[in-house]
């Protein structure tokens, strides 16, 4: 499968922003799908998650009750709803697929990683 992530941009500090994440070749819709976010210096981390059918979401301490993870099985794609922004929330995030039982929170779960979309938010 293959993914294509967009939607970031530049933000001032409380201010939203929607990423979204195209999916074209396997089936979308027996994928889990998890977004992942990496700032200068510091490592790939977790952000949110969200099963096939779109009936469980996961998230990070960080971001939870701020961000919203959704899935579209029809159109292939998935989308992160990212409100109240903060400075820390800069980085680029990642989309990425994978069709196992492993944790969905340990990056090397996924099989398939979108390029990448730059959030950077100002304070």
């Known amino acids: 499968v293959q993914l294509q992530a967009s939607g970031g941009g530049l933000v001032q500090a409380g201010g939203s922003l929607r990423l979204s994440c195209a999916a074209s070749?396997?089936?979308?819709?027996?994928?889990?799908m998890g977004w992942f976010r990496q700032a200068p210096g510091k490592e790939r981390e977790f952000v949110s998650s969200i099963r096939w059918n779109g009936r469980t979401t996961y998230y990070s301490d960080s971001v939870k009750g701020r961000f919203t993870i959704s899935r579209d099985n029809a159109k292939n794609t998935v989308h992160l709803q990212m409100n109240s922004l903060k400075p820390e929330d800069t980085a680029v995030y990642y989309c990425a697929a994978r069709n196992n039982y492993r944790s969905g929170y340990d990056p090397s779960a996924y099989e398939y990683w979108g390029q990448g979309t730059l959030v950077t938010v100002s304070s």
């Open positions: 070749g396997r089936t979308f819709s027996s994928f889990a």
